[in-house]
């Protein structure tokens, strides 16, 4: 019986470590010991279950089950099954008839808790957590949980008291506890306690990527990009199957003027990962009727007040009178007022955030999408993987992320002859869908009564530059250049704005590089972000915006050209370093697009001596911006309905 016991306890220790098929064979060989045996039915459940195996796992379970109905070890087994195939209601039965069985069995009570969590209800998962925890007070991954239902809760001071209980019985010395004591001191904003947990965990075992990706979100915040870089990179050498953190890496690595091939091998390594056991399910069509409605999926975590919702604000309403059935992919749990905007102007509006790839990819599959388009790209809460099973007869990347995304079943990247001429198709995994002036336009009815002023240097004697762009687009070489630019014009301010400025950090990290190139602190304006409508009008504190670069600014670059503000922009070598651009080439201001950094500090330097000069310029764009194509929706809408409907057409045979 010894010999037995310690022969099933082998095979539960090979599976718990994931070495299953030496578990497997280990039970073929002791097959004719439990055969037919309560343990055998187990056994063989349990194996299945983690090669995913579950149809098995299931009908081991039954058979065991037919033997012993009342088996708690059966019934947990089935529960746990039910839990991993997200039949919650049937896994959450159980857990209390086992409980109701046995309500001294910590494990139960654990369990219960976990299946709480992952189904959003906090304050039930703290109390399953909390009755584990009293009947094991040395129970380490109850304790943790509890710590993370309590952070959940937004309770931060018990997720810290827990955490820390927690990391006290931590014999196995996981890195979990630490990391999470770092995340919560991340949202606190305290940098120098963060990193001291991050750095610790590193020194216990788990995952170490994930704590990598921590400390790289803790640098962007404060705006350390190469150091963020650098720890992105070391955890996706790591793991190149978190798709999350290697996103993180692609969308970070375009702050910094790297090697074009840089980022699209990584993209490619990137699709690679993505694509992994998926096996594209669609079948193209063979005939398409000119005629038909088509139907057009969009799929994004931003339909709200964010650039994505800015641009689609009005163009929904005119893309839908082009025969066109809009249907949204919403990934984010969230509303806001634009969210309840952007509701209104789509056909069908699915709610996916709960929803897993594979599921997604089926949903849109069923709701037979013609063309899908990705408003997300690399950007956070993407949901780039699903594109790898096809879905949709056409897919395209558009707006939102100003790159390829690596994925060759993405079939276009929408852009303009400025931003993506065709001679760049090398640097795209996807075809280039160019629009004949410009690869976007601004929506305008939420922003159209907020009025212009003349160039404020008339009124104050002195130019007052200006950038409202991320903060990670703005690096220290950047710095360095408005500061000569600044050194040379006598009085002359820099009027800085954006949310990264609510961290005290940031703001000092900028002060502090303008000081080191002599410029006095007098003459650096910084400021936190506003309302929207309090930022627009912000503009009208500015006579020249600087565009950053290797990154330009996209949506800000947008605003400011409907405040009528001249922007002094760089030629660069990708989309992203083209935005700018495109947006003077679109207002008939070529002589504002510098050609390197030399003559974009040359040319500041020369606007900056007519003042008179600068208004008539102000009065031009207050005439010719609000016609342009940059704000012009219905004939941006023809332009990108034409295009949609000639490269999908141009897929298959149309029918006249």
């Not at 995340?183 to 965990?201: G, M, V």
């Not at 790289?216 to 963020?228: F, Q, T």
């Not at 820099?494 to 602190?521: A, G, M, P, T, Y």
């Not at 989309?575 to 207002?587: A, D, M, P, T, V």
């Amino acid at each position: 019986m010894l010999e037995k016991n310690l022969k099933y306890q082998e095979i539960v220790n090979l599976i718990s470590v994931n070495k299953l098929q030496e578990a497997k064979d280990l039970l073929n060989q002791l097959e004719d010991i439990y055969k037919n045996s309560i343990v055998f039915y187990n056994l063989s459940g349990l194996l299945s279950q983690n090669m995913n195996e579950y149809d098995d796992a299931q009908n081991f379970y039954l058979k065991a089950l037919d033997l012993d109905k009342e088996n708690q070890e059966t019934n947990f087994n089935i529960a746990i099954l039910n839990y991993r195939q997200k039949k919650y209601s049937e896994s959450e039965s159980l857990f209390n008839y086992l409980i109701n069985k046995d309500s001294n069995n910590p494990i139960y009570h654990y369990n219960l808790g976990i299946l709480k969590l992952d189904t959003n209800k906090i304050n039930s998962a703290i109390d399953s957590f909390n009755n584990a925890c009293n009947l094991d007070s040395n129970f380490y991954y109850a304790r943790h949980h509890l710590a993370e239902a309590y952070e959940r809760a937004n309770n931060l001071n018990l997720a810290i008291l827990n955490y820390n209980k927690a990391q006290s019985i931590n014999i196995n010395r996981f890195n979990n506890t630490l990391n999470n004591l770092g995340n919560i001191f991340l949202k606190l904003k305290d940098y120098k306690s963060a990193q001291k947990y991050f750095t610790e965990s590193l020194n216990y075992c788990g995952d170490k990527s994930i704590i990598y990706n921590n400390l790289a979100v803790l640098n962007l915040e404060i705006g350390n990009i190469e150091d963020a870089l650098d720890f992105l990179y070391k955890a996706i050498a790591l793991n190149k199957n978190n798709l999350r953190i290697f996103s993180r890496f692609l969308a970070t690595s375009l702050y910094l003027k790297k090697d074009i091939n840089y980022y699209k091998d990584f993209s490619l390594e990137y699709a690679k990962s993505a694509a992994y056991n998926k096996k594209n399910f669609f079948f193209k069509k063979k005939s398409i009727d000119k005629k038909i409605k088509l139907k057009i999926g969009f799929l994004s975590a931003d339909f709200r007040e964010h650039p994505v919702g800015y641009y689609l604000l009005d163009f929904l309403q005119e893309i839908k009178n082009h025969n066109f059935e809009l249907i949204a992919y919403s990934n984010n749990p969230f509303e806001d007022r634009y969210t309840k905007s952007l509701k209104f102007d789509f056909d069908q509006w699915r709610d996916i955030y709960y929803v897993d790839d594979k599921n997604l990819a089926d949903l849109i599959s069923q709701d037979s999408i013609d063309i899908l388009i990705d408003m997300s790209g690399h950007s956070g809460d993407n949901r780039l993987p699903i594109f790898s099973y096809k879905p949709a007869s056409m897919q395209v990347s558009w707006a939102a992320y100003l790159a390829t995304t690596g994925i060759k079943e993405i079939d276009y990247i929408i852009g303009d002859p400025y931003c993506t001429p065709k001679t760049d198709s090398k640097n795209y995994v996807e075809k280039i869908m160019q629009l004949p002036d410009i690869w976007s336009c601004l929506s305008t009815s939420d922003i159209k009564n907020i009025p212009t002023t003349s160039t404020p240097a008339l009124k104050n004697g002195y130019i007052t530059f200006g950038c409202f762009n991320n903060l990670n687009k703005i690096n220290k070489n950047l710095i360095n250049i408005w500061s000569k630019i600044l050194y040379q014009i006598p009085n002359s301010k820099i009027f800085l704005k954006n949310s990264n400025f609510n961290i005290n950090i940031n703001k000092d990290n900028v002060l502090r590089i303008f000081e080191e190139n002599n410029i006095k602190l007098d003459r650096i304006i910084i400021e936190s972000d506003s309302p929207r409508n309090k930022l627009l009008n912000s503009y009208n504190n500015i006579d020249i915006a600087l565009d950053t670069f290797p990154y330009n600014g996209g949506t800000t670059s947008f605003e400011l050209s409907w405040m009528c503000v001249p922007l002094l922009t760089i030629k660069g070598d990708r989309l992203i370093s083209k935005c700018g651009e495109s947006i003077n080439n679109n207002l008939n201001m070529k002589d504002w697009i510098a050609s390197s950094e030399e003559d974009y500090i040359r040319k500041a330097i020369l606007f900056s001596n007519n003042i008179d000069e600068l208004e008539n310029i102000k009065k031009k764009l207050r005439t010719y911006s609000r016609k342009s194509s940059l704000f012009d929706m219905k004939k941006f809408t023809n332009n990108f309905s034409t295009a949609l409907r000639k490269a999908f057409n141009s897929s298959f045979v149309v029918k006249e």
